[in-house]
C-alpha cells in the first residue's frame, strides 16, 4: 500500500510539472544584441512582427497578422508596451529580449488566447481557439526613438 500510494503521488507530481513546463513560454533569440538595453515594463518599444499558428508536429500556419510587407503587412512598426493590453505570453516573452533583438516566442495557449478565436475563418486574419502561438519579433527600440538603446552598465 505504501509504495503504491508513493507511485500515485509520483504520478500526481509528474502530471504537475508536465503541465507547468507546457505553460512555459519559449524564447528563441535568432540575432542577440547582448550590448543592447533590455526591454523593461517602464517603456513603449517598436516592433515588426508575424504571428503564426505553431501546429502540434511543429510546422506552422499563418494567422494572416503581420507588420512585414513579405507577410502582407502594412511595413510599419507595431507599438507596445509589455504588460499592457497583451497577452501574457507577448510580455513574458519580450521581456526575456533586449533592444534590437530578434526572437522567436513560442506561447502555449494557456499564455494566450486560450480556447477563444481570435479574428475571423476567412477574414484577414484568424486563430482559432487553444493554438499554440508563434511571434517573429523584432525589437526595432524605445517608441519614438531612432534604434537600440546600448545597456548602461550592464557589461
Avoid: C
Avoid at 64 to 73: L, Q, V
Avoid at 83 to 93: A, D, P, Q
Amino acid at each position: 500500500v505504501y509504495l503504491a500510494t508513493m507511485f500515485h503521488r509520483l504520478v500526481l507530481v509528474a502530471a504537475v510539472l508536465a503541465w507547468a513546463h507546457a505553460a512555459d513560454v519559449k524564447v528563441d533569440i535568432t540575432d542577440a544584441k547582448p550590448e543592447n538595453a533590455p526591454v523593461t515594463t517602464a517603456s513603449s518599444y517598436d516592433a515588426m512582427v508575424t504571428l503564426s499558428i505553431e501546429n502540434e508536429d511543429g510546422s506552422t500556419t499563418p494567422s494572416g497578422w503581420s507588420t512585414r510587407k513579405e507577410h502582407n503587412g502594412n511595413g510599419r512598426p507595431f507599438s507596445f508596451t509589455p504588460g499592457k493590453n497583451l497577452i501574457v505570453g507577448w510580455t513574458e516573452g519580450v521581456l526575456k529580449m533586449r533592444e534590437g533583438e530578434r526572437a522567436l516566442i513560442h506561447v502555449p495557449p494557456e499564455k494566450g488566447y486560450g480556447s477563444s478565436e481570435q479574428g475571423s475563418k476567412g477574414g484577414a486574419w484568424h486563430i482559432p481557439g487553444g493554438s499554440n502561438l508563434l511571434f517573429d519579433i523584432e525589437i526595432l527600440g524605445k517608441s519614438g526613438a531612432s534604434g537600440p538603446a546600448k545597456a548602461k552598465g550592464e557589461l
